[in-house]
Nanobody, 125 residues
């Protein structure tokens, strides 16, 4: 069983940057695709970005394209979400998740088996 812990959230001004980390403990981290999702108060959880096991195939929601970069370091059992040019509408709790290594639909919550508890990102205007 995989356990995931997010870190790196915080308060940042619009236009600033944050890097979120997702540390995994448990077997076979490299055999999972890693996804990032976010959930704002009163809204459904939504896909942000994902990376397959090989750190080569990446996927982004339209809102994240050009501003966010997802990556992973299998040697460190850690996934990352670099967020630049942050906007107030990016304010959410951000969650990382682990799912099937070669998922063909990484934007679907149902593709993921393990979830972290989330980290708060607040972007002030």
């Amino acid at each position: 069983q995989l356990q995931l812990v997010e870190s790196g959230g915080g308060l940042v001004q619009a236009g600033g940057s944050l890097r979120l980390s997702c540390a995994a403990s448990g077997p076979s981290f490299s055999s999972y695709a890693m996804g990032w999702f976010r959930q704002a108060p009163g809204k459904e959880r939504e896909f942000v970005a994902a990376v397959r096991w090989n750190n080569f195939n990446t996927f982004y929601a339209d809102a994240a394209k050009g501003r966010f970069t997802v990556s992973r370091d299998n040697a460190k059992n850690t996934a990352y979400l670099q967020m630049n040019s942050l906007k107030p509408e990016d304010t959410s709790v951000y969650f990382c998740a682990a799912g099937a290594a070669t998922t063909s639909a990484p934007w679907l919550l149902t593709e993921y088996d393990y979830w972290g508890l989330g980290t708060q990102v607040t972007v002030s205007s």
